[in-house]
């Protein structure tokens, strides 16, 4: 499949201001070089779209409000990106 939807949960300390929004970034793995895939999410989700077949991607997250971006929150392992049904 060319497109994933990943989900993750809000921080447990937002600094005391409310979340507003969320940061999204993807690279291929062995990259250095993160990509914004969205820096306008106001939810906790977001579907990637236009990712290669077979390519394993990391991706990472921020929250922001008033008082800045959290520290990003990273996949554990590479997401290969791959047909569901494996064809």
């Known amino acids: 499949a060319d497109e994933i ?3 993750w949960k809000a921080p447990e300390d937002d600094g005391g201001e409310p979340i507003t929004n969320y940061v999204l970034q993807k690279r291929r793995k062995g990259s250095d070089n993160w990509e914004k895939v969205s820096g306008f999410l106001n939810s906790p989700n977001a579907t990637v779209r ?3 077949e077979g390519t394993e991607y990391e991706f990472r997250v921020m929250a922001e409000n008033a008082m800045g971006q959290s520290e ?4 554990t392992q590479p997401i290969k990106a791959k047909h569901p049904f494996g064809k």
């Open 5 to 7: 939807t990943l989900r």
């Open 72 to 75: 990003p929150l990273i996949t």
């Open 50 to 52: 236009n990712l290669e």
